[in-house]
């Protein structure tokens, strides 16, 4: 019988060990991710919160002792307005094919920076630069290319002035900015994938193409997907080069240009916060599609150890 | 085709490529060089290149005072923000990759959450805290958001990518008598560095552009970056856009920018080494 | 067991604390120095050789306050964007406000600016051109300081225009003709979806005696006068005499289509001359300049002023010395100076009489006429919400549908006065 006590105690050892290692390990989670949260609630959570609530109130930037509690009225004036469903879809449109080029070209730039066999300081450099100059200055320096006469793309047209070429425009300068971002993201994760793998390959007859789409891919996937993912949230948030280009004439106003117009311009501070917060539950809406219908990952889930 | 033509021939699609990109980055570039070139009297005549080049717009900005305080607040601030944002967000990237813990799933959801929001929205309510702790027009007023927002991605990105790292590397370490932070500092980091520079460049930069916290956050030179003081440019008259001096301006800014590429991008190099997992 | 995530956690919380103290020094304290009060400048203080002027206050003043300029960005907007926000936080650390001329209902009616009542009053609209008085009054009640002016001016190539048009149908008339001969030929306006528009469009339907809201801002004045206004330029879009680019023109495209030999005619402010001079001498020399053309028979233009005006803050601790401060900043002499060195147009009728200022200014008389009949923008607290909906309703120019666009201004300015739908 000692040997089963024994093989009990040893069980049990072993079990509480264990549990002491989950408990270590717990501890050590929590440690290492507590400062990254507690700066993130210390400064984002009471603007937040407070955007919310303002969100149910007539409110009024110039008259802060009047503000009134009026339930979901607000969010009833925005959805019910044509300027509000005007702006969503052109912002949609923005980002959707925003990002898709984006994802195309960030790709191919990607790719060159990885493994361009000259020149590759300069190339990594270079195509860094669009997306560190100024957004605004870029914009500006955009509108003044197109602009009629005094541009050196207009020439003798003015783009500027009609809803399809100004998006175009828009799409344009969007682009040409974000590109490095998303070849950066992307090139991480090429990082990532084992010469011996592709080597492999390569020596079995698969040509670059095909070593490209069967086993790059799928490898840098999670990348894809995390690139994709912030691009899109951030293009939905589309502001800056509106604002320069065309503030929102002929029709291209996004929803943040015209939450911009009504917070700021207006100082409605309750119609302001309500289409704040739409624009949150929408790229809540967009982060939660990519989580469920394309997998994205969200850290800390997925893989078996 | 002998190795030496395949090779030469590989050499020249890639140059080919690189010129497609540098094409792609430069011709904007050259665009807003030019505009900074350009005096009052070439400034609207449509020229692609500039035809009486001036560097008057160069000496203007430097004189300016503000501009030049502004440049060593953006690169202070901008610094310490993404030293910040990468030590936190390290740690907090390599839990939620590695490790088990109570609160796994809501922290990434609210680190989400976090940068989806509107930041027009926070703004007002950000200008009403500082002002009452105190912090307002400080760097460490600025500082603190440009930590904040640039978390999310900084969680998000490495952890992606500490995901990819072999388990087993992990494994090995710990059964050579590594303690979780050893094997962390001496293993797993370096291998991550590749993820970690990505992070440093983007933070930079996002924090270098950041227009609508420098603008609101601040009020006098003491914390003021550089696209906050480029709006402040006048030109000669209020109807007049100082054109020549904001491209000169972002000419200037954008140095530090491909300075700080130049020297990170080495490190963003292949990373897994084909040795690493064997034995 | 060691708890070697507890120490990285300390080292970040120390190197987080010791930035905290070291950058906590540099907290902005706008306090006052040595007991001199410090009235803080927000408003026009980065205009060009402003800071001569602000020294020269200093020296005046004699130890009884010092001045401060602050910068702001450079366009109205940002600069009601910053203002606005640290009025609603009640922050004592602005005295001095320059603000743009139709920000003073908004401000008043916000209780953000003080009135200036008796002496005081009497003295900042002593030698004042009675139009920007009218821009700093709300409500019967006198809240800024007029400290300079504008108005836009029609400027014409004396090469190409032997006679300057004194009605708008003479304009189209020339103008076509030289379209005819193959000649520059466009009237440049400003019609951008943007508040130089507003000023365009407000030029218009004023000329014509019309308004867009009544005087206490309690409901729209939409009527067929408006309608006619939209007529005018409706007319004028559509017409080959419009820029290509006029949806996309603000005043530095209109300035290049004049530059560029595109442009006869453009509607543009003062600055164009000495700007033009820097730009290209040889138009410089072939500019003329007359009063905005008629656009009702036998009934002046009335041009739609520009400029700004002081005001005292509300919440500033030191409100007499911030008056003396934006009396002395204004004073004649200053005005000319500010005239000469900025393109700021005098307030004060005397300054349109020094040589010194005909000299620079050759269009003063032009200048001055049109001041004594010139108008405010509408007259409102809700002045931002319908110069949102004017420039929004009215883009763009080539589309607008007089009877149409005139109901849809209507009703979207009701929405905004009784607080209802949302701005576009």
């Known amino acids: ?305 | 085709m002998t190795a030496a033509t395949e090779t030469t021939g590989k050499k020249f699609g890639w140059a080919a490529a690189d010129l497609v990109v540098l094409l792609y980055a430069f011709i904007p570039v050259v665009w807003i060089i030019s505009l900074s070139l350009k005096g009052d009297d070439t400034l609207n005549d449509g020229n692609y290149l500039p035809r009486n080049p001036t560097g008057e717009a160069y000496s203007t900005i430097f004189q300016n005072d503000d501009f030049i305080r502004a440049l060593i607040n953006s690169i202070g601030i901008c610094l310490i923000s993404t030293f910040i944002a990468l030590v936190l967000g390290t740690m907090a990237a390599y839990a939620i990759a590695r490790l088990e813990f109570p609160g796994k799933r809501t922290i990434v959801a609210t680190a989400l959450l976090v940068s989806m929001f509107p930041q027009i929205a926070l703004v007002t309510p950000l200008f009403k805290i500082e002002t009452a702790i105190g912090i307002f027009d400080t760097w460490l007023g600025l500082i603190i958001p440009y930590v904040t927002f640039a978390l999310p991605l900084a969680i998000y990105t490495l952890s992606a990518f500490f995901r990819e790292i072999p388990w087993e590397l992990e494994k090995a370490a710990k059964m050579d008598g590594a303690t979780p932070y050893q094997a962390f500092r001496k293993v797993i980091a370096p291998l991550a560095m590749p993820g970690v520079f990505t992070t440093a460049i983007l933070a930079f930069i996002a924090c270098w552009n950041d227009f609508l916290f420098a603008i609101s956050l601040t009020s006098t030179n003491n914390a003021r970056t550089v696209p906050a003081a480029m709006s402040y440019f006048t030109g000669a008259t209020t109807f007049e856009k100082p054109t020549a001096a904001i491209a000169a301006a972002a000419v200037v800014i954008t140095i530090p920018i491909v300075i700080f590429v130049l020297f990170f991008q080495r490190r963003i190099v292949a990373g897994l080494t084909s040795g690493a997992v064997k034995g | 067991m060691r708890h070697p995530g507890h120490e990285a956690r300390r080292k970040a919380y120390a190197a987080l604390g010791i930035a905290a103290f070291a950058l906590g020094g540099l907290a902005a304290c706008g306090g006052d120095d040595n007991g001199v009060p410090v009235i803080n400048l927000y408003g026009g203080a980065s205009a060009a050789g402003f800071d001569k002027i602000i020294a020269d206050c200093n020296e005046q003043a004699g130890g009884e306050y010092e001045i401060v300029g602050n910068l702001l960005p450079s366009d109205a907007d940002g600069q009601r964007e910053q203002m606005v926000r640290r009025l609603a936080a009640q922050d004592d650390s602005m005295d001095l406000l320059g603000m743009d001329v139709t920000w003073t209902a908004e401000f008043a009616e916000a209780g953000w600016i003080r009135e200036i009542t008796g002496d005081q009053a009497a003295a900042a609209t002593e030698d004042t051109l009675q139009p920007t008085i009218d821009t700093a009054t709300w409500d019967d009640k006198l809240y800024g300081i007029p400290k300079h002016t504008n108005v836009q001016i029609l400027w014409y190539r004396k090469s190409l225009v032997p006679e300057a048009p004194t009605t708008w149908e003479q304009v189209v008339e020339q103008a076509q003709k030289l379209a005819d001969e193959g000649k520059p030929h466009i009237i440049g306006m400003t019609a951008a979806q943007y508040e130089g528009y507003v000023v365009v469009f407000n030029t218009i339907l004023a000329s014509l005696g019309g308004t867009l809201v009544n005087e206490d801002s309690s409901a729209p004045t939409v009527d067929d006068k408006t309608v006619e206004a939209l007529d005018i330029l409706s007319n004028f879009a559509t017409s080959d005499l419009a820029s290509k680019s006029l949806g996309n023109s603000q005043e530095p495209e209109v300035f290049a289509q004049m530059q560029n030999g595109e442009a006869a005619f453009i509607v543009n402010w003062p600055y164009v001359l000495s700007a033009m001079r820097q730009a290209d001498p040889e138009i410089a020399k072939d500019l003329g300049f007359a009063r905005l053309p008629e656009f009702e028979g036998g009934q002046d233009a009335r041009a739609t002023l520009g400029g700004m005006n002081y005001a005292i803050s509300e919440y500033s601790k030191h409100p007499d010395e911030t008056y003396d401060a934006a009396m002395c900043l204004r004073s004649p002499e200053h005005q000319l100076q500010t005239a000469l060195e900025s393109g700021d147009p005098p307030v004060a009728p005397s300054v349109y009489e020094e040589p010194e200022f005909q000299d620079a200014y050759p269009m003063y008389e032009v200048m001055l006429d049109e001041l004594e009949t010139a108008v405010p923008r509408p007259v409102t607290p809700l002045y931002q919400n319908i110069s949102t909906i004017v420039s929004t309703t009215l883009s763009p120019p080539t589309s607008i549908d007089p009877q149409q666009t005139a109901d849809d201004l209507e009703s979207s300015i009701q929405d905004a006065i009784d607080g209802k739908g949302i701005l576009p």
């Open chain 1, 1 to 305: 019988m000692s040997t089963t006590t024994e093989a009990e105690a040893d069980i049990k050892t072993a079990k509480r060990r264990a549990s002491e290692g989950k408990r270590d390990e717990a501890r050590l989670g929590m440690m290492l991710v507590a400062p990254a949260v507690i700066v993130m609630l210390a400064v984002a959570a009471y603007p937040i919160l407070y955007a919310i609530y303002l969100s149910f109130f007539r409110a009024d930037l110039r008259t802060p002792d009047a503000n009134e509690f009026i339930w979901f009225d607000n969010y009833v004036t925005v959805l019910s307005s044509s300027i509000w469903w005007q702006a969503f879809g052109v912002t949609m449109f923005l980002t959707i094919v925003g990002a898709t080029l984006e994802l195309a070209f960030g790709m191919a730039l990607a790719v060159v920076m990885h493994r361009t066999l000259i020149g590759r300081g300069i190339v990594r450099t270079s195509a860094l630069v669009p997306y560190g100059i100024v957004t605004v200055v870029a914009a500006f320096s955009w509108r003044f290319a197109w602009t009629q006469g005094i541009g050196w793309l207009a020439g003798d047209s003015a783009p500027l002035t009609e809803r399809w070429p100004s998006l175009w425009i828009i799409v344009l300068a969007e682009v040409w900015k974000t590109v490095p971002f998303m070849a950066l993201l992307l090139m991480a994760g090429l990082a990532l994938v084992p010469e011996d793998l592709l080597k492999a390959a390569s020596m079995d007859g698969a040509n670059a193409w095909q070593r490209f789409w069967r086993i790059t891919v799928p490898l840098i996937k999670p990348s894809i997907l995390v690139a994709l993912l912030f691009r899109t949230l951030d293009a939905f948030r589309i502001f800056d080069n509106i604002y320069v280009l065309t503030n929102g004439a002929n029709d291209t106003s996004s929803v943040s240009i015209i939450a911009y117009n009504n917070l700021i311009r207006g100082l409605n501070l309750g119609i302001g916060s309500t289409m704040a917060v739409l624009i949150f539950l929408t790229t809540a809406i967009i982060a939660f599609l990519f989580v469920k219908l394309f997998g994205a990952a969200a850290p800390g889930q997925g893989e078996a150890r």
